[in-house]
């Protein structure tokens, strides 16, 4: 599962790709159904206020495991497009799910990935991050929005909003009234390759629907972190066939999930740099 050099020239001339249908209707429904019950995510998930009177419920673990989320992430439809963009190999840095339930869903301000992952002694933005949304995705319950090619800016400086790092709004604003802002609406499966350069954010979730999304990210192997911190260095990812997903368990496998400790999230902690 390879780029189409269209859609490879489209990530890096506007810093994302959307790829329709990553996964289908079965695929999407195992992953889904398995979020929904599993008691050790729910354990784990953890608040971040956004600023704005809301708060945003994630839950972050470093290595893949062998369950379904595992699985999904080693699997080549998502591997091998990160290699074609990081053009080489690449590991599994972490994945996340975003859980914005309804009518209390928090926002993220704006803010570039690579804002938090400088802070983890990476020396060069060369990441991917793959947003799979597990349900559709509107303006109304707080999608994805972006500013096409401000992953060209380099790093901006960020700081505090409420628990979250955010990008210089002053900054930022003279960056969206040049550039101009894409609401990233997607339907359930669909997903959504962008760089750590790239300025996103969303609004809250005032809508009768959540907005759940999987959220996989790729380092490259030669982007070794040269500090220790709580997100892995390079370790050899076993890329899996796609077709490994709906064999794959979809309760707590055997591995266990290396959770982010919140209070232990120093990229998150120095954001007020």
């Not at 090619?149 to 210089?168: F, P, Y």
Request: contains cysteine.
């Amino acid at each position: 599962m390879r780029f189409t050099p269209q859609e490879l020239q489209s990530y890096l001339d506007r810093g994302f790709v959307t790829i329709p249908q990553l996964l289908d209707a079965t695929e999407t429904a195992r992953v889904v159904a398995a979020a929904e019950r599993d008691q050790d995510l729910a354990a784990h998930a953890f608040d971040r206020a956004d600023g704005e009177g809301g708060r945003v419920r994630l839950a972050l673990w470093n290595h893949p495991g062998d369950d379904i989320y595992g699985v999904l992430a080693c699997t080549a439809r998502l591997v091998e497009r990160a290699e074609d963009i990081l053009g080489g190999e690449v590991y599994h840095y972490h994945s996340k799910l975003i859980l914005k339930d309804p009518a209390v869903g928090g926002a993220w301000a704006w803010h570039q990935d690579y804002g938090y992952w400088y802070e983890n002694g990476l020396l060069a933005p060369d990441l991917v991050s793959v947003f799979i949304a597990l349900d559709p995705a509107t303006r109304e319950n707080g999608c994805l929005q972006v500013v096409p090619e401000s992953h060209r800016l380099g790093r901006i400086d960020h700081g505090r909003t409420g628990d979250q790092a955010g990008a210089d709004p002053e900054r930022v604003a003279h960056v969206v009234a040049r550039y101009g802002v894409e609401h990233v609406e997607l339907a359930a499966g669909d997903a959504l390759f962008f760089h750590p350069n790239l300025l996103h954010r969303s609004d809250q979730n005032t809508s009768s629907r959540r907005r759940w999304a999987l959220i996989c990210c790729y380092n490259a192997a030669r982007n070794e972190p040269v500090i220790a911190h709580h997100h892995p260095g390079y370790t050899p990812l076993a890329k899996l066939p796609d077709s490994a997903l709906l064999e794959a368990r979809t309760e707590r496998g055997d591995a266990q999930r290396a959770w982010l400790d919140p209070h232990r999230d120093q990229s998150a902690k120095r954001g007020g740099r």
